[in-house]
C-alpha cells in the first residue's frame, strides 16, 4: 500500500526559544481545550468523507506534550491508520516523565522525538533552552524504560556560544549513552528574521564554524553506523523516521490544526495560522483552510526531484542537462546523483541545476 502521512499540529509552548519561528504561541493555553475538541471535529468531519488509513502519523509543533497525554491520546484514536502505522510525538526533554511516556505508548504511539540541541550550558543558554545537561541521559533511559524500540533526538549547531569542541562533547554525550538514540537530527541553526536572534546579527551563525559543526557531526555519526538520510537526518539501519520519507518522497499527507499543511495528488493546502481563527472557523462548521495551490507538472517534478536531490535516493543522472558546472558538490553512482557530504549544506547550488528547475 501507497504510504500516507498525518500530521497534527500543536501550537503552544510553555517559552518561545528566540531562534524558533513556528506556528506556536507560549501565551494562549486556556485555548488548549477548545482547540483539542475542534482538531478532534476536524478529524471527524474528514473522516466522514473517507480519510484513508494512515501508515505513519507525527504530532508537531510547539510542543505537542504540553497537551495532557489524555488529550493527545484520544487525538490519535480519532485517526486511522494502518496495524503497524508509526506514530511519532515530539516532546520537550523537560517534559519527560515515564508516567506520560506509558501513558504514550499505551495509547499506540510508537516514537518519540526530543528537542535536545545540545548537551553544553553555554549553548543552551545561548539558545533560551530550559532543560539541564543531563537532560539527555533522563529522556534515554526513560524512553528505554517506557518501551520504546525506536526514537529521535534534535541537535542544533550554529550558535555564536558553541565550539567545535562543545559539537564533539555533545556526540560524545550521546554516543556514550547506554541507550543511544537510534535516530539523530541535526539542523544548522537558521536566523528567522521574525525571531530576536534574526534580528541581532551579532548573534547569526558564522557560516564557516557552522559548516566545520555539521561536517563533525556526519562523520561522526557515520562513523558509529548511523546512515546519512536526508540533509538534517541520520538514522540506524531500521530506525528511518516513515513520516519524514512521505514528505521527502513527495507522497500524499494530511495536516490537521492551526497552521497544518497538507498535500494530496499535488494539491496543497495549509490551515489559517493561529488557533483562534482555527478554533472560530471548525466551531462555525467551515473548513479552517487559509490557502491552496494546485502544482502544475513542472512544479510537481521539480519538488519531486529537489526533494529527492537532499536525500541519500539521490536523482537519476538524467535530471541534469550537465554535471560540468557540479562535478565537485556530487557522486555519481550507478547512474545516481547525490550530494558529496561537504555539499549537503549547499543543496541548493546542485537543486538549480535541475533540468526540472523552473
Ligand atoms: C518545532 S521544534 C519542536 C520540538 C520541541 N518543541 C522542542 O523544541 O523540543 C522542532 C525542532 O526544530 C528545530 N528548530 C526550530 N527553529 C530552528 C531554527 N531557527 N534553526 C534551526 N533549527 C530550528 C529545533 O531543533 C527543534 O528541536
Ligand atoms: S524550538 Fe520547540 S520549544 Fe522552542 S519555541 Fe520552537 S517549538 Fe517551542
Redesign the pocket.
Known amino acids: 500500500m501507497r504510504p500516507f502521512g498525518v500530521y497534527v499540529h500543536v501550537p503552544f509552548?510553555a517559552h518561545r526559544?528566540d531562534?524558533?519561528?513556528?506556528a506556536?504561541y507560549d501565551d494562549r493555553d486556556e485555548l488548549r481545550d477548545d482547540y483539542v475538541s475542534a482538531v478532534l471535529s476536524e478529524i471527524a468531519g474528514e473522516v466522514a468523507t473517507g480519510l484513508e488509513p494512515a501508515s505513519s502519523v507525527f504530532f508537531?509543533?510547539?510542543?505537542p506534550s504540553r497537551l495532557t497525554p489524555e488529550q493527545l491520546v484520544d487525538i490519535l484514536a480519532a485517526i486511522p491508520r494502518t496495524a503497524d502505522a508509526e506514530v511519532t510525538v515530539?516532546?520537550?526533554?523537560e517534559d519527560a516523565t515515564l508516567e506520560r511516556l506509558r501513558a504514550y505508548r499505551a495509547g499506540g504511539v510508537t516514537r518519540m522525538?526530543?528537542?535536545v540541541?545540545s548537551t553544553q550550558p553555554a549553548v543552551l543558554r545561548d539558545l533560551g533552552r530550559r532543560h539541564g545537561t543531563m537532560a539527555h541521559e533522563t529522556v534515554s533511559r526513560l524512553t528505554h524504560e517506557a518501551g520504546f524500540a525506536t526514537w529521535n533526538m534534535?541537535?542544533?549547531v550554529g550558535s555564536r556560544a558553541e565550539t567545535l569542541e562543545d559539537v564533539r562533547a555533545t556526540l560524545r554525550d550521546l554516543l556514550e549513552l547506554e541507550f543511544a538514540p537510534p535516530h539523530i537530527?541535526c539542523?544548522?541553526?537558521?536566523?528567522?528574521p521574525a525571531?530576536p536572534l534574526g534580528r541581532d546579527p551579532r548573534r547569526h551563525p558564522d557560516e564557516d564554524a557552522t559548516a566545520d559543526a555539521y561536517d563533525l557531526v556526519g562523520a561522526t555519526l557515520e562513523a558509529h553506523g548511523y546512515e546519512w538520510e536526508e540533509i538534517s537526518n541520520w538514522a540506524r539501519p531500521g530506525h528511518e523516521c516513515r513520516h519524514n520519507h512521505v514528505y521527502w518522497d513527495h507522497g500524499d499527507y494530511v495536516g490537521f490544526g492551526s497552521a497544518a499543511h497538507s498535500h494530496r495528488s499535488g494539491r496543497r493546502y495549509w490551515n489559517v495560522r493561529t488557533p483562534e481563527r482555527y478554533i472560530a472557523l471548525v466551531q462555525r462548521g467551515e473548513r479552517p483552510v487559509g490557502g491552496e495551490e494546485v502544482l502544475d507538472q513542472a512544479t510537481q517534478a521539480f519538488e519531486r526531484d529537489s526533494l529527492a536531490l537532499r536525500t541519500r535516493r539521490g536523482v537519476p543522472v538524467e535530471a541534469f542537462a550537465s554535471l560540468d558546472e557540479i562535478r565537485h558538490l556530487v557522486d555519481v553512482r550507478e547512474d545516481r546523483v547525490t550530494l558529496t557530504p561537504q555539499a549537503r549544506l549547499v543543496a541548493n547550488q546542485v537543486i538549480i541545476r535541475l533540468k526540472s528547475a523552473p
Do not use: K
Open positions: 509552548c526559544c531562534y524558533c519561528a513556528f506556536t508537531g509543533g510547539g510542543t515530539e516532546c520537550n526533554p522525538s526530543y528537542g540541541q534534535d541537535l542544533i537530527s539542523y544548522a541553526l537558521t536566523p528567522e525571531t
